[in-house]
Structure formats: C-alpha cells, structure tokens
C-alpha cells in the first residue's frame, strides 16, 4: 500500500505590518507641511520698477505700516532691457490690499524739502512700502512710484492744478502756505506738450480744503518779501522751510470777492510769480482801448499802472500792440493796448455801472476832453505810466476825421507827453535866442563904447573952459547966484570926467555886456547846430592829432 503526502495550503496573511508605520506617517507629516506652507502662501504679484538699487531676492521686505506682508522672491530685467521686474510672494490674507489704486514705493534714506527719512534703513536694508487701496477692483501687476507719494489714499483732500508758461517753478514736496500755513504739498509736475505748458498738481490736506474758493490765486513764494514804499523799508521772513525749498501760496485777494467753495476734483488755476502779478491781474470785467501815441514809448511796459488822477484804473497789456503784422509804421504813431478794469472803477464811483454803460461814459467823457498822455514813473530807471485826465484846451483841438476804432478795438484820445512837451518848449526858446541880432548889438555897444570915450574928452575940454570962465574977472564980478549956478555947473561935469567914478562904473558896465554878448556867441553857434545840446549834451570833439613834420 502506496503512502500518501501531505500538501501545504496557502493562504494570504491580512495582518498590517508595522513596518509600513514610518513612511506612511512621513508622507502624512509632508503632506501636512506642504498644505500648512501653502495655506500661508498669498498671492503673488509683479513690481515694475526703473532701478533695483538696493532690492535683494530672499531678503527685501514688503512692509504696511513696519508690519512684514511679503518678500522679493526674484529680480529680473525686462525682455527689452528698459525696467525691472520684480516677483513678490505675498502673506497670507493680503488679497484685500491688492487693490487698482494700491500703491508700492522703495523706503531708502533721502533727503528732501521735508528732511532726512528712511534712516532705518541703513542698517536693515531697504523694503518696499505698501499702502492698500480703496478699489473694488483687484489686481497683480504694479507700477512701483519713484518717491514716496504725498498722500495716499486714506488721506483726506483736494487736488487742484496749477499751469505756468514755465516749468522748474516748483518740484515735488514743496510746501503749499496758506496765511504762513502749510496745508498742503505738491504732489506731481510735468508739461503739456500740446498747449506748451507745465503743469503742478498739487493736494491741500482736510480741513484746509475748504479754503479754496473758485476767486482763489496762487503765486510763488520766496520765503522773503523785501517793501520798500512811503512808510520805509521792510523785509518780511516766512518759515526756514519757505526760505529755503520755496513754494506756493494761495489766498483770495483784498478786494476781490471770495466767490464760491471749489465742489469739483482737480480745478485748474494759474500759477503767478508773486502777489504783485495777482494784484495786477485779479479783476475779470475789462475794457480793452487801444492808444496811439506820437511819442516814444521807451520806458513803458506791460504791467504799467493806467491812472487817473494818481488812482490806479487799469493795467498796459501789450507795448506796442501788433495783430498779425497789420500795424504799419505808416500810421506815425505807436499802437499800445490797455485794458479798463471795471471792478477797480466799482470801488471809486457811488453806483457800479455795466460794460455797456462804462463805455458810453468814456465816450462822452472824449467829448470833454479825456485824454491820456504818458508821464514819468521813476526817473532813475526812466519808467513810464500812462495818465489820464480832462484837458479843456483839447476839445475843440480835436480833428474831426480822427481814429475811433484801430482794428476793431476802440481808441483812447492820446495828447503829447510831459516830455515831448518840454522838448517843444527848448525849441521854441532856442529859435528866439536864435533871432535874436546878437552880432549887430555886439557892434552897437563897441560903437557906443566909443562915443562915449569922445563925449569923456568933450567933457574934459568943457571943464578946462569952464575953468577958464571962472577965472576970468568978468565972471568973479557976476552976481553971487551966477557964481553959484556956474560952480555947481563944474561939480557936475567932474562927476562925468574920465578920472570920475561914474564914468569908470559906466564904462565897466558896458564892457561887461561886450563881455557877455562875446560869451555868448559860442552857445548860439553850438545850438544852432545842434538844438538838442542843452537836454542831451555836445557830442565829444575828438583831441587834435599833430601832423608829422617835414625834414628841411
């Protein structure tokens, strides 16, 4: 019988081995730790910056407020080499402050019109300053500013901007005054390439904003204001700051109206260089007059005061006043345009008047002998102004065919000035001195010194026969009042004798006019050459220069 052989069955162990512990609760801890360092992972965005001075990757900070809200994880030039771009990974829970209008800046040690900032850094290194905001919208790629902005968008105000025909009159930072205040900064500056300007936008901090009006004017301010007028000199300071960045100030004028508060974003002003350009062009309501003045204008600019009376009535606008080359020199005169201010003239009379009704009363005004003339402003720097007044005398000088309008704007009746007037006067004194028969009373006198010497001889004789006369017996033998008359006779003639007094004072005194006349010969001479001599002076009369002499 045949032995039988067991067999095996085999069958699979389900136990778990506690060798599969280890890994499996590496990749669960992994896992763990790749989710908890993504979960705190933010979004990550894209600075475009010109220069990454001082960024490092792994180390520059992104800061709100000095509190830490991401990093500069890389650094790289742009595909065409122009800027910078820089990769940050933000913090977790900052989705809220990547908005449209969030704002990045470098915080860097700088100095500026508000002092030295961003010492803190040159120990800890540059970071990145980010202020939130307010957008609805969100986004990922930035712009990085190249300063730290004047405001940010949590700040409260308004911004307004300035245009001048000149641009470097202010630069960012500078302060922005109100009554010796400062209220504000200026914010950007740049050019209007197409209207040839430059612009200053600027933000007034709440609650100085509401010291805006729309009658508002700014002008450049120096930080020293130097007067010098009837009540002495004066030199007025405003704060270190002013003196030394400058700025701008703004105010409504004195005796301007106020007008309204500004209710809508960014108005547009002009920007003056100081109070007295605000002054001379803080009034709206004018009448523009052309006048036509036969004299020079040398002196006169615009800005000049038009005056009436000493009262100040208008400003020069324009010397001379040229359109588009229509003005000839054919005319004999030269074109000035001025312009009435009607709300200086408000301030003079008992009820305000229009436009209009201005203009007709300047009319009638011509008809009585309203005239303007150009008179000196100061004599040292030969300045000019021009006056206005009544002249009587010229109502009927007055042509009939004279110009009422010059290119379609109205013309002032003009009279010659102070100057020309003076001018005529000389002339009109030399050409009589020039009449006046000098030569012929010079010959005269000599001639009369002459006959005088005989009538001295004359007289001498005449004493010696008197002489004789009296002592003669005939004559001793005359009655007593005889002798007298005939004494007295010979006391009179010793007063007119050649060794007398009376003769050498009489004859001294025409050779002092013979002298005279002689002296003045020249003068006459020169004026007659030159008329203007006695204003402008002789023309200089060069040395003589001696002519070589000849060997004998």
């Known amino acids: 019988m045949d032995e039988q052989k067991p067999t095996a069955t085999v069958s699979p162990d389900r136990h778990f081995s506690p060798v599969w512990i280890i890994p499996i609760v590496s990749l669960i801890v992994a896992g763990w730790m790749v989710y908890q360092y993504m979960s705190q992972q933010g979004p990550e965005i894209h600075l475009t910056v010109q220069t990454a001075e001082g960024v490092v990757p792994d180390k520059t900070l992104v800061k709100v407020r000095s509190v830490k809200v991401g990093m500069v994880t890389a650094v790289k030039l742009s595909k065409d080499y122009s800027q910078i771009d820089l990769t940050v990974r933000m913090d977790s829970g900052t989705d809220r402050m990547l908005r449209k209008d969030s ?22 290194g540059p970071y990145i300053e980010l202020e939130p905001g307010d957008s609805k919208e969100k986004r990922s790629d930035f712009v990085m500013l190249s300063a730290p902005p004047i405001a940010g968008p949590d700040i409260k105000g308004t ?6 025909s000149e641009a470097g009159k202010l630069a960012i930072g500078d302060p922005v005054m109100f009554e010796g205040y400062v209220v504000g900064r200026v914010e950007k500056t740049g050019f209007d390439v197409d209207k040839h300007r430059a612009t200053y936008q600027l933000f007034i901090f709440q609650p100085y904003s509401g010291l805006l009006r729309t009658r508002s004017r700014f002008w450049l301010n120096s930080g020293m204001d130097i007067n010098l007028n009837a009540q002495g000199f004066s030199i007025d300071f405003a704060s270190l700051e002013t003196l030394i960045s400058g700025g701008v100030t703004f105010a409504v004028p004195e005796g301007s109206p106020e ?22 062009n803080m009034y709206e309501k004018l009448i523009p007059y052309a006048m036509l003045f036969a004299d020079s204008v040398r002196g006169l600019s615009p800005g000049a005061p038009v005056e009436y009376r000493g009262i100040r009535i208008g400003t020069v606008k324009q010397v001379p006043f040229v359109l588009s080359g229509k003005a000839s020199v054919a005319t004999m005169k030269i074109p000035v345009l001025v312009n009435i ?15 209009d009704q ?19 402003a100061n004599f040292l720097s030969g300045s000019l102004y021009i006056d206005i007044d009544f002249y009587p005398d010229e109502v009927h000088a007055s042509k009939p065919d004279a110009v009422r309008t010059y290119y379609g704007y109205n013309v002032f009746p003009t009279i010659e000035g102070e100057f020309v007037l003076l001018q005529h006067q000389i002339e009109h004194i030399l050409t009589k001195l020039e009449k006046l028969p000098v030569d012929k009373t010079v010959d ?6 002459v006959r005088l010497d005989g009538a001295g001889q004359q007289l001498q004789k005449t004493l010696k026969d008197v002489d004789s006369l009296l002592a003669q017996k005939e004559t001793q033998q005359l009655p007593q009042t005889a002798h007298r008359t005939l004494a007295d006779l010979r006391s009179i003639l010793k007063g007119f004798s050649p060794d ?44 003589p220069i001696p002519v070589k002499g000849s060997n004998p």
């Not at 005269?444 to 010194?449: A, V």
Request: aromatic share 6%; net charge negative; glycine share 6%.
């Open 103 to 124: 704002e990045f800046w470098l915080v860097k040690p700088r100095i500026g019109t508000e002092g030295v900032t961003g010492l803190e850094t040159l120990l800890s």
């Open 159 to 164: 911004r307004v901007i300035l245009v001048a």
């Open 259 to 280: 007008g309204e508060q500004l209710n809508g974003e960014m108005p547009e002003f002009e920007l003056y260089d100081n109070l007295q350009d605000v002054r001379a």
């Open 341 to 355: 201010e009607l709300e200086r003239i408000d301030h003079l009379a008992s009820s305000r008047e229009t436009i």
């Open 358 to 376: 201005l203009e007709q009363s300047f009319a009638d005004a011509f008809k009585n002998g309203l005239r303007a003339s150009l008179k000196t």
């Open 444 to 449: 005269y006198l000599n001639q009369s010194l």
């Open 500 to 543: 007398s007094t009376n003769y050498a004072e009489i004859a001294q005194v025409l050779l002092r006019i013979n002298q005279a006349l002689g002296q003045l010969d020249p003068l006459l001479k020169t004026l007659n050459e030159q008329p203007d001599a006695l204003i402008f002076g002789t023309k200089g009369v060069a040395d």
